[in-house]
């Protein structure tokens, strides 16, 4: 309180205070001043407060060190006697030398006298001294710009931004503080305290604090948490895969894997110092292998070589999770056999090359079924089932060789971002000399497939470099946008985005099998109904059930599900829904998700006034839904559901606007904001800017949308609208996109001129007069004379002259 009221009495004698220049005369910290500035700030308007940003010049750490003892060329001299020194003892015990000797010689100070540096003149002035000395004590402006910036080149002087307050007195100014109360307390108001108290104002308008951005699972994580509920759906059981390290016999012996083979080397596989060996193998199992390698049995001839125990007993990083299937299936073999199916993920290792599809460490999916008279037609069966569990249907299965499965079969998946296939498993029937050695029945056969988990995650999250999957180059985006699994359940459906679109043609079908499939539920209702002597309204089912079958064949969805984030919300919405209501019965809601904790009061009445819309009797229903999904710019963008069962969604403003444009069209025949049949010009044009606007303004970064504005307002100093000289669909996303991002009040001239422009309904058909054939309310007025349900009520026919074009947002 002394360092505020100490400012209050400064200001009081003087109109203005700069913080910095009080600090350095008060010898007070700066920051305590800003401090107490900030506090007086708080009090209401006792000071009015701006602030600046002050240049200034400081010394460095060499440079005090000048300002102290003086400069490296006077040292020197101060050093020199008469006699002189040699530039070898120079050089040796004087600091900075070089630059000493050569700043004393440019002055004239001293001179080279063969090889010794002599006195040239008898005394000298150290004016860099002087220099710094000013520069330390804040009277940098006495020294001149040219020595200053010749010091900055030395490092001896440095230039530093501060950033200051300019303080003046407020308009309720005072030296008197009276100290404000933040809390009301239950003491205050029974002692009635409270009557003499000054209590510091709420700020009601302070938002709350931001959702804090929680921890998910790495995709990785989730992925394999979906492969393992896939594995036991299908009857699977997991088997134990805690030992990293594995001994040579387990991983490559058991496994009818010759001891010579390639994939043996240091060079792929990673050897275990210490301990180097295993500590026992079962010594009857282990015989039986021995002589199947060394001989042959079961049929076969074996390798013909010296099998060694002391290769088979070398600890490694296991090269793959079969070493632990090796190890059940010769368990399985001991316990008596029965039909089983065993499962694994877990991690594994190899002295691979790292690119865009190998790791050294990376996780390994398998799958055994050990039963009697198993096939190669089975094992195709198993693993084309579990891959379309998973969502990768597009395989392709190649003829392999593997040491120990005979047949052996590699599975490629199709990767649409390298547009490639990639190998993404491996499978096969296990050798007889790798089953009989472990007591197996002859009847009974093992087959195995294993697959990577990091490369059907590449395929799915659309990935094409694998180590953006998984080491240092993964980005956190990656792990919050994906905050669940995105095993794509609806695969088969038509998907909305960059590399598909979604028909009106599609949305119809669809809607029509689910009618379909509703009418015979009702069919069978009905007869279930008649036997129990039920009688049910039959003449309002079907006239329900024609009611939406009329509408599907006219074009028009019933139910338009609409989810908006509050932060960005769809103002072209607003104004697309006055257009659908001059033509047609149009119900209207809005509901909150839970994800939404508020909303302001203007969002709540973003529709307007709801209480007297009813569903009944209306031919669209439009419900907008508030919801958050996340914080990237995708996560941002409205989605519209058909159906609320619908699995399709329509992403993005410019495409919910497409849609609701053709929606229109149904009643009042080619619209005139969209789509023009006479001009196929203008519909690529309104094209072209729809997905402009969605791509580098909804999308783009803070340079790439003031490049797209500054090529807007350039087109529009010869055009009356973006998409030329009619208004459009363009004009009204481009609109509600400046406005989300509240760019309109400081936008380029030619931006602001067009978005004050009024236009009408009456007025956008009226321009389009030239372009359409049929008049758009010629085809309303057909419309309703064949479907009294289609006619609009006459206070909407009444409002064709509402403003259309100024959008009425909150």
Sequence with gaps: MEVQQQILYFLDKCDTLY??????STKLDHQKIVGAIKSLESLGNIISVRQATHKSWECTEEGVDIASNGSHEVRLFKSLPAEGRTVSDIKTNFPNSNFAMGAAMKNKWVKKDGEKIIPA????????????????????????????????????????DLTVFVVKKGTEFTTSIVKQDTELTKEMIESGQWKDKTFKPFNFKAKGRVELRVGHLHPLLQLRSEFRKIFLEMGFTEMPTNNYVESAFWNFDALFQPQQHPARDAQDTFYVADPATTIEVPEDYLQRVKKTHSTGGYGSIGYQYDWKRDEAYKNLLRTHTTAVSARMLYKLAQDGFKPAKYFSIDRVFRNETLDATHLAEFQQVEGVVADYNFSVKNLMGVIGEFYRKIGLSNLRFKPAFNPYTEPSMEVFGFHEGLKKWVEIGNSGLFRPEMLRPMGLPENVFVCGFGLSLERPAMIMFGINNIRELVGPRVKMELIYDNPVCTINKFKDQPKVGTNSSLTMESLTTRQELIIEKLSALQVKVANIACKMGVTLQDSLTATTTASLTSGLKAGIVHDVVVHADPRRPPYSLHALYNALSLTTTVCRRVHRHSSVKEISEKLLQFWGNIDNDNRRGSVVCLTLVWRQTGDSSAALLPTLYVNPIAASQIVGEHNIGRYLTRLTDVVTGPSSLYESPSSPVFMTRVDEMLEQCHARLMLGTNKEQACFLREVDASLAKESFVAGSNFSLADLVLLSGLIQFRMLESSLPNVQKWSLQELTLQEVQEAHSSIEQRDPFEILEHVNETDTALQPPKQQQQQSNCTLWRLSYP
């Design 19 to 24: 913080s910095h220049q009080y600090a350095t």
């Design 121 to 160: 003149v008898s005394a000298i002035e150290d004016e860099v001294q002087v220099h710094l000395k000013a520069i330390l004590s804040g009277a940098a402006d006495t020294v001149s710009d040219k020595i200053k910036t010749e010091y900055k080149k030395r490092k001896l002087i440095k230039q530093v």
